[in-house]
């Protein structure tokens, strides 16, 4: 037989984040891979007992894809679950490259992204209106060297939200290559380490002092840095309601005469 291989986005930890459709198909899994490390145990309660769960957490990639690829000779449903959304940091391209070589059928199910997660915990919003309209997703650059034209320092002079991955462990080189970028020392920033975790932390500061907070807190890894001109402004009195609002706007559903 030749089962399916789906990515599924496990979202960022809380195992009531996973879609309906992720728990679904986990339910339906005769295997299932994750990631030990990122991916919350909690969120394979929504497997059978009977199913066969491995963490892949020390395995090469060729042993991720050697072993969806012996799976799915046995199983209809096999998954790989992620953290977050697949689509994101998720290296599904390099997974699926092998599968879709050897015939074998790949899905992708969306999962809600720690970028959207860390904002939900700190409350915050990463557009706002007349503020910024543009969130980039970006990390700095170590082992994966960045694109041309994706510098941190060129992305980071847009000024609109920037959702910092994999880049924690290097919290003082963020701040200095967004200080080069023109963002003020005073600027705010929020951390979020292991968003919807049961030991969530989330960190608030300014450029300034976020480094110092990190280094007190121990945070250095799996967290999320949102830099926003957006950040605080809902405990700001504003003037600025979105344009969605303003009577006067001409909406394609309703019409303002
Ligand atoms: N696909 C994932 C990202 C994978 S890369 C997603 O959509 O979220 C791993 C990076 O994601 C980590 O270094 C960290 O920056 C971030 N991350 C993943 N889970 C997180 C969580 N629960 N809280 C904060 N950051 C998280």
Known sequence: MTGKVWFVGAGPG?????????????????????????VAETVLQWATPQCEIADSKTMALAEVTAWLLDRAQRHAVVVRLQTGDPTLYGVVAELARPLDAAGIPVGIVSGVSSAMAAAAAAGECLTLPELTQTVIFTRLSERTAMPAGESFVSLAAHGCTLCIFLSIERIEAVVAQLLEAGWAATAAVVIVHKATWPDEVVLRGTLNDIAAQCRAANIDRQALIVVSPALGARFRPSNTTSKLYDAAFPRRFRSTT
Request: proline share 4%; hydrophobic share 50%; no cysteine.
């Open 14 to 38: 809380a195992p009531d984040l996973i879609t309906v459709r992720g728990a679904r198909l986990l339910a339906e899994a005769g295997a299932i891979l994750y990631t030990g490390s990122l």
